[in-house]
């Protein structure tokens, strides 16, 4: 039982590590980032893709990854590690679909939200499709991350 206490909290160590280091890079990009702009519509273009890339992140897991956290960890008390490991791979393949599903529309409708937010189709598209790109990436990890969280593999977490 404390070896288990001991391995929590070095875990939730490694996670507060990380997520410390994850905010002081957030910190220094935007200092860099407005020092190296050239100009006030640069940074609104990547205020911009900052804003709708964290909407894609909140939308396309439809709240799925906290419901994870909420049943595996009961799971796994109940019925054991390998029924929480079914659910889990099953919470992951959805996560999958959504992340897909999310990123191709964000793909698709490239133009369209360009010219939603940029005013023309022909210079943001490009933007929108990295994100498409980006937010599939970022969905997934967000499952991933959940998924190795709640099955208390923290140092699979911080790699």
């Not at 404390?2 to 507060?16: D, F, P, Q």
């Not at 050239?38 to 992140?57: C, E, K, N, R, Y």
């Not at 659910?87 to 996560?95: A, D, E, L, Q, R």
């Not at 191709?104 to 940029?118: K, N, R």
């Amino acid at each position: 039982m404390v070896s288990e206490k001991i391995s929590l909290a070095r875990g939730a160590t490694y996670v507060a590590s990380v997520n410390v280091a994850i905010g002081i890079s957030g910190v220094l990009y935007l200092t860099f980032a407005t020092r190296l702009l050239p100009t006030v519509s640069d940074f609104g273009t990547v205020s911009i893709m900052a804003l709708v890339l964290a909407l894609l992140q909140a939308i396309i897991p439809l709240g799925l990854p906290s419901a994870i956290a909420k049943f595996l960890p009961e799971l796994v008390g109940k019925y054991g590690l390998a029924t929480a490991k079914g659910v889990s791979i099953k919470g992951f393949k959805i996560g999958i679909i959504l992340s897909i599903s999310g990123s191709l529309l964000c793909f698709l409708f490239a133009p369209q939200l360009s010219d939603l937010f940029f005013g023309t189709s022909l210079g943001g598209t490009v933007y929108f499709r990295l994100i498409a790109i980006d937010s599939f990436v970022v969905n997934l990890a967000v499952f991933v991350s959940q998924n190795l969280t709640d099955l208390k593999k923290f140092k699979e977490y911080n790699n």
